[in-house]
T-cell receptor, first 114, second 114 residues
Framework: DVKVTQSSRYLVKRTGEKVFLECVQD?????MFWYRQDPGLGLRLIYF???????EKGDIPEGYSVSREKKERFSLILESASTNQTSMYLC?????????????FGEGSWLTVV | DAKTTQPTSMDCAEGRAANLPCNHS???????VYWYRQIHSQGPQYIIH???NNETNEMASLIITEDRKSSTLILPHATLRDTAVYYC???????????????FGTGTSLTVIP
């Protein structure tokens, strides 16, 4: 089974702090994604990476950056956390962008910024 | 990607089959139908996907109509643990450098009743 592991399930951070959310997948997938999920807004794509050291902005990249130094690991960075970044963050991976390939999600990281 | 329409909520008795419908009348020939579910506070879980033919796996069956304008996810023997929000998504084959574009919408909230 594909396993996408997010390092932290629940975090509470202060405004202005730098926050790292880590994600690891164990299936040698090329593509990895970071989303946030908010009530009434569904899943929104923040960044994705289609290969090591490659990254592309999604729909809402402002206030975030990412790092993909190794194929299995994709990190989301909040340079200076703000209260409007309180959300559930979901990491996902996919083998490649081939027709019919499935995206697999991690368990989610609940971030509260106070 | 084609828009999908799902009922907002459904109930199902424990042990009975749960049939979750999805309309996707604007689906095009290369678009797959995917089903995910999300249990409260967890990441979305992949269930099944298909293009034209009906599909079955250990979790569920997917029935796609001949004209592909609608589909039904069948959970053959629903349990309390199947209570979740179920999302039907249709998406085209992505190009090599595009990311996600899994738009989850609001889904169907399935409640399995003891």
């Amino acid at each position: 089974d594909v396993k996408v592991t997010q390092s932290s399930r629940y975090l509470v951070k202060r405004t202005g702090e730098k926050v790292f959310l880590e994600c690891v997948q164990d299936m040698d997938h090329e593509n990895m994604f970071w989303y946030r999920q908010d009530p009434g807004l569904g899943l929104r794509l923040i960044y994705f990476s289609y290969d090591v050291k490659m990254k592309e902005k999604g729909d809402i990249p402002e206030g975030y950056s990412v790092s993909r130094e190794k194929k299995e690991r994709f990190s989301l960075i909040l340079e200076s956390a703000s209260t409007n970044q309180t959300s559930m963050y979901l990491c996902a991976s996919r083998e490649t962008a081939v027709s019919g390939n499935t995206i697999y999600f991690g368990e989610g990281s609940w971030l509260t910024v106070v | 990607d084609a828009k999908t329409t799902q009922p907002t909520s459904m109930d199902c008795a424990e042990g009975r089959a749960a049939n979750l419908p999805c309309n996707h009348s604007t689906i095009s020939g290369n678009e797959y139908v995917y089903w995910y579910r999300q249990i409260h506070s967890q990441g979305p879980q992949y269930i099944i996907h298909g293009l034209k033919n009906n599909e079955t796996n250990e979790m569920a069956s997917l029935i796609i109509t001949e004209d592909r304008k609608s589909s039904t996810l069948i959970l053959p023997h629903a349990t309390l643990r199947d209570t979740a929000v179920y999302y039907c998504i249709v998406r085209a084959s992505p190009t090599a450098v595009t990311g996600n574009q899994f738009y989850f919408g609001t889904g169907t909230s399935l409640t399995v009743i003891p």
